[in-house]
């Protein structure tokens, strides 16, 4: 099991460090570099990239070492990140000595705080990253069965925040993973909205529930029937908000049921 650990976190920690060094060469290759660098910053070059970095190594880890090739690709990933962070800030120096994220959250609540919890929120990608499958995976079906609308997931699920000036190391990579993970959020919530309103537009009994979730369900607000309505009012409030004519099936706020002079908007 030592022997799978070891083999495990270096071969990841160097695959991971291969691969970042990969994606900076690529911008400085040309046109074509710069076309495929920019591919793989949106959906569905970037889930490509990051299932490479965040949850490919969790599955060829066991694969080929069991428990200890697990735990030794979960080493391997957390040190390819801290060496690239450090190496990324050696390589920029002039930036490192000017203000920074991290200073600031460090002399707020301490560095060994500030660490420990942003590490510490790495628990959650996978989940992101399995969110992220299920809108590939199932959305497509609802947009068949039901009509749902369709989405490009690219301008939900990209990352541009390596191009905002100051940003290295440490600040960087934490600033892309909250981009990255703000974007499949959203994309989710969005789907989710159209879900809500067509199967089930009745309010909460809750009426603080209602004001907590409105935020992401506008059309709680903005449709859905009282909770001491009747079934009666639910049906006829689908026959309106989902009249035979209408497609997509989207929820009652969508762009899509904006129209001018009675048209769908350019």
């Known amino acids: 099991m030592l022997h799978a650990f070891l083999i495990t976190a270096g071969a990841t920690s160097a695959a991971l460090l291969l691969a970042a060094g990969l994606l900076h060469l690529l911008p400085r290759l040309g046109r074509t570099g710069q076309a495929f660098s920019d591919f793989l910053c949106r959906a569905p070059g970037l889930d490509v990239v990051v299932t490479y970095f965040t949850v490919a190594p969790l599955f060829v880890g066991p694969i080929a070492g069991g428990w200890g090739g697990l735990i030794g690709a979960i080493v391997g990933q957390v040190a390819g990140l801290i060496i690239w962070s450090l190496l990324h800030e050696a390589f920029n120096p002039q930036i490192r000595r000017h203000p920074r994220i991290i200073s600031v959250l460090n002399r707020r609540v301490g560095a060994a705080r500030n660490l420990t919890a942003v590490y510490w929120t790495a628990w959650v990608v996978p989940v992101f990253w399995l969110i992220r499958v299920a809108e590939i995976i ?49 994309l989710g919530g969005e789907m989710l909205r159209n879900v809500e309103s067509f199967w089930c537009p009745i309010r909460f009994y809750d009426g603080k529930k209602c004001d907590n979730c409105a935020v992401d369900f506008p059309d709680i607000n903005g449709g859905w029937v009282a909770p001491t309505a009747t079934m009666a009012d639910v049906t006829q409030k689908l026959e309106e908000m989902y009249p035979a004519a209408q497609t997509p099936n989207a929820w009652f706020g969508h762009p899509v049921r904006l129209t001018v002079n009675g048209k769908p908007p350019s």
């Not at 199932?138 to 000036?165: C, D, T």
């Open 138 to 186: 199932i959305w497509p079906m609802l947009i068949w069965l039901v009509e749902f609308p369709r989405y490009r997931h690219a301008e939900w699920v990209n990352v541009s925040r390596h191009k905002f000036q100051g940003l290295v190391g440490h600040d960087l990579i934490w600033c892309l993973y909250c981009d990255w993970m703000t974007g499949v959020w959203s």
